[in-house]
């Protein structure tokens, strides 16, 4: 056998052993029935699927897809000037790129804690703006969908930033001299020839942004203060304090399955682009 | 009449580096004008400073006597033909070539122009595909459809030869001049070939080290070139005593002829099938290579020959 084939065996065998063997486990607690005290029981049945159409649930899935949504957004607004920015500045490149992985050298939870103590009312704002005379009460930064937005957005620019960094490094500067050699002014060519051409790098940002925040739980969890529940808050309870192992496993994997057909959805459009 | 361009005392530098040193040129309306040269001879930076993509250090760029400086690209009446052709690769041909119409106020029949234009160049029925589809020589017609629609007082063309296999090289080249002779836009044309610029070129000029040596129709710079440069750059050279003979000139004769002549010994001899490259070398010690016919006989490395050539087909310098 070739050794370019046997190197895929290591990667394979780990994500058989945990990524594939767990994922057959929770499909299955999913289809049973919860145990009195946790774990799960027979008979098999499907109410744990049938439960998701409450549409309690449905509010919170909606409501994890509307905050991923804006967050997806915001990090589009944030990040497509600075990665055009960077892409633009010449032998500094280099070190703003490094700038904008800076965050990764410390964990995401300490730096959402630290969020936590510049928003909470005794928070670094507050306590400025108090001093300042600006309000007369604390504001309430904390604990609402706008903090987790904010954290949302803090954690996950970089997967924004980093691809459309390498789409807009790549592209042909000649392609910009043209659109002038030819009468588009600087406004014009950025709408008719850069913005189309890094559709693909927008395309990648957003999927690496919005699929982490429609999974997320730390940030709603510290940041929404458990006010502002998304679907990995809604599986984390079911398997902690609501003891109901099946319904979480339902509600994952269904929130798997959104993910997936999204995936499918943006890879077919890519594939259309590479044409 | 006034010259359609004129460049006075341009200069344009980069750190380190000059890359063109007080130009003066003038170029004629509907001529099809070379820039030709070693590579870093300025030849490309020249063609930038005039379409507006990089600006002079001093002097003036004049497009019908009204100076061009500090005028964006974008506001220039030029268009340019880039050496990769720069086609915009999420566009369809069609909508390549209609890209500029708008902005130079010809957004009105834009369909029948795009058209016009893509029948000039020979392709029509390719408007909806996209550049990555195209052969080498198609996206250069594209690339010549796009700015030859804007119907600019200048096309600009930067080596746009360069990328093409030497096979279809020469046939576009000769189907470039013929378009050239048919719309009378006139044509800068970049080149480091100067064959290629010999062949195209109403008048040429010849650049060094950012300096234009010499300006002129094809055959005079071949034949009365200003300085050694330009001699050798157009084609290969003797250098016999200060003097310069074309190979084609240096005739070789087994017989003493009764001018002046110079005995030399035969070398080596090169067959290239229509003609003959003789190398000999004289008796003051000079080499020298002489393009002969097949039918001026046959010659022999180690045969002693006599060497001579008439005195005006030698070309002089005072340097």
Known sequence: ?275 | MQPVLQLAGVSKHYPGHTALSGVTLEVRRGEFFSLVGPSGCGKTTMLRLIAGLEDPASGDIRLNGRSLLGLRPYLRNVSTVFQNYALFPHMTVAENVAFGLRYRGQGSDAPRKVREALELVRLSGKESRYPAQLSGGEKQRVALARSLVLNPELLLLDEPLSALDPALRKQVRAELKELQRRVGITFVFVTHDQEEAMSVSDRMAVMNHGVVEQVGPPAELYLRPASRFVAAFLGAVNWVNGAGIRPESTRLSRLAPDRGAVQASVERVTFLGDRLHVEARLASGEAIVAQVSRLDGEFQPGEAVWVWWRKEEELRFEA
């Open chain 1, 1 to 275: 056998m070739r050794f370019e084939r046997l190197c895929r065996w290591p990667a394979l065998a780990v994500l058989a052993v945990l990524f594939v063997a767990p994922m057959g486990i929770i499909a299955a607690y999913s289809l049973l029935t919860r145990g009195a005290y946790g774990g799960v029981e027979l008979p098999w049945t499907l109410d744990n699927y049938i439960r998701l159409c409450d549409p309690l649930y449905g509010a919170i899935l909606l409501r994890s897809l509307w905050i991923a949504a804006v967050s997806t957004a915001l990090c589009l607004i944030l990040g497509y000037p600075l990665a055009f920015f960077i892409s633009r500045s010449g032998r500094r490149k280099h070190f703003y790129l490094f700038l904008v992985i800076l965050p990764f050298w410390s964990s995401f939870l300490i730096r959402t804690y630290a969020w936590m103590f510049l928003l909470r009312d005794t928070g670094l704002f507050n306590t400025v703006l108090l001093a300042l005379g600006w309000i007369r009460e604390p504001l309430p930064l904390l604990y609402n969908d706008a903090a987790v937005i904010l954290g949302l957005v803090y954690g996950f620019l970089p997967f924004m930033v980093l691809p459309l960094f390498a789409t807009l490094e790549r592209m042909d500067r000649t392609l910009l001299e043209a659109a002038a050699d030819l009468g588009a002014r600087p406004l014009e060519s950025f709408r008719r020839i850069t913005l189309p051409l890094s559709f693909p790098g927008i395309r990648a940002g957003a999927i690496l942004v919005f699929i982490p925040c429609l999974g997320a739980y730390l940030t709603p969890d510290l940041l929404g203060g458990g006010k502002s529940v998304m679907v990995a808050n809604l599986v984390q309870t079911q398997f902690t304090a609501a003891r109901d192992w099946p319904f979480g496993a339902a509600v994952s994997l269904t929130l798997m399955a959104i993910v997936m057909l999204l995936l499918f959805g943006a890879a077919k459009k890519s594939s259309e682009d590479l044409l």
